[in-house]
Nanobody, 115 residues
Framework: QVQLVESGGGLVQAGGSLRLSCAAS????????MAWYRQAPGKQRELVAG???????NYADSVKGRFTISRDNAKNTVYLQMNSLKSEDTAVYYC?????????WGKGTLVTVSS
């Protein structure tokens, strides 16, 4: 059994910063991908940023230069540092971890950016 618990969401003003954390517990294959997705009202869930167990990263074009994803393999934790936040970043952010065909989702944490 694997559980993902997100934290760090909240209300922030445009231009501000926020850091999300996701701690994974349970048995997880070492070679895995961790990522952050988000879903805004009326929109489909989209990939925000992903990071492999080796540290390779990829970002959505809309967040490049503003967001940074990182991970601590020893702690099975992934982070998302969000800077220069915009109202368009308002969404529920979901943590993801996957290895092959096996994947897990967190329950999500709400990020609201006011303007």
């Amino acid at each position: 059994q694997v559980q993902l618990v997100e934290s760090g969401g909240g209300l922030v003003q445009a231009g501000g910063s926020l850091r999300l954390s996701c701690a994974a517990s349970g048995r997880i294959f070492k070679s895995n991908t961790m990522a952050w997705y988000r879903q805004a009202p009326g929109k489909q869930r989209e990939l925000v940023a992903g990071i492999s167990s080796g540290g390779s990263t990829n970002y959505a074009d809309s967040v490049k230069g503003r967001f940074t994803i990182s991970r601590d393999n020893a702690k099975n934790t992934v982070y998302l540092q969000m800077n220069s936040l915009k109202s368009e970043d308002t969404a529920v952010y979901y943590c993801y971890v996957g290895a092959g065909a096996i994947y897990y989702w967190g329950k999500g944490t709400l990020v609201t950016v006011s303007s």
